[in-house]
Every structure is written in structure tokens, then in C-alpha cells.
């Protein structure tokens, strides 16, 4: 069982920057693949970032991949989305996700444990 809680979000201009927090309950997060995901208002959720266990592996969506960064710290029990130049289509509710394997890492609903979500307004 491990429990994920976000953090991080909020209201930011054009052009900012937001670094995202997902914490994670339990011992057993380093043996478990990461995922960051996100859903606007009327729209799918969308896959943004994943990260295997140790970190050196990573995959991002590609339109973000030149603006966002996934990283975790094992001793922490951390997973963290660095957003750099937000849009405001960047503008959604921000979930992480966990799963045993970093396998199908763009499909959400093979995920096992989700976080709450963190807000992410990003105005013009």
C-alpha cells in the first residue's frame, strides 16, 4: 500500500516556475515506477512525466519535455516535477501516480495508487 500526497501547486504568471512534490508513504518507494499526470477542466487526463525506480530512467510527454523535469529522491520518498515556462495551457489539476513496473507509464488507468492532486493556475 503506499499513500501519495502532492504538493507545490498554485498561481503563477507566464513564463514562471513550479517544482511539484509527491510524497510518498511506506518503505517500499523505491520499488515503485512513477508518474506524473494531469487533467484540465472537460479534458482527459493527460500522461506529463515518468520515472523508473533508481531515476536514471525517465519519459515525458512530448510536447513538455523541453519545459518539464521528473526526479525523485528515494531517501525522501520524493517524486518531483519541475516546470519551467509554464503556458497557461499548462493550467490543471497535477496528479502522481505509482505502479510496480515503468511499463504502459502513458496509459493512467494501469496505475495502482493515486495522490489527491495539486492545482496549477498559470495566467496570462
Known amino acids: 500500500q503506499v499513500q501519495l500526497v502532492e504538493s507545490g501547486g498554485g498561481l503563477v504568471q507566464a513564463g514562471g516556475s513550479l517544482r511539484l512534490s509527491c510524497a510518498a508513504s511506506?518503505?517500499?518507494?523505491?520499488?515503485?515506477?512513477m508518474g506524473w499526470f494531469r487533467q484540465a477542466p472537460g479534458k482527459e487526463r493527460e500522461f506529463v512525466a515518468a520515472?523508473?525506480?533508481?531515476?536514471?530512467?525517465?519519459y515525458y510527454a512530448d510536447s513538455l519535455k523541453d519545459r518539464f523535469t521528473i526526479s525523485r529522491d528515494n531517501a525522501k520518498n520524493t517524486v518531483y516535477l519541475q516546470m519551467n515556462s509554464l503556458k497557461p495551457e499548462d493550467t490543471a489539476v497535477y496528479y502522481c501516480?505509482?505502479?510496480?513496473?515503468?511499463?504502459?507509464?502513458?496509459?493512467?488507468?494501469?496505475?495502482?495508487?493515486w495522490g489527491q492532486g495539486t492545482q496549477v493556475t498559470v495566467s496570462s
Open positions: 501516480a505509482a505502479k510496480p513496473i515503468l511499463t504502459n507509464f502513458r496509459e493512467w488507468k494501469v496505475y495502482d495508487y
Open positions: 511506506g518503505r517500499t518507494f523505491s520499488t515503485y515506477a
Open positions: 520515472i523508473g525506480w533508481t531515476g536514471g530512467t525517465t
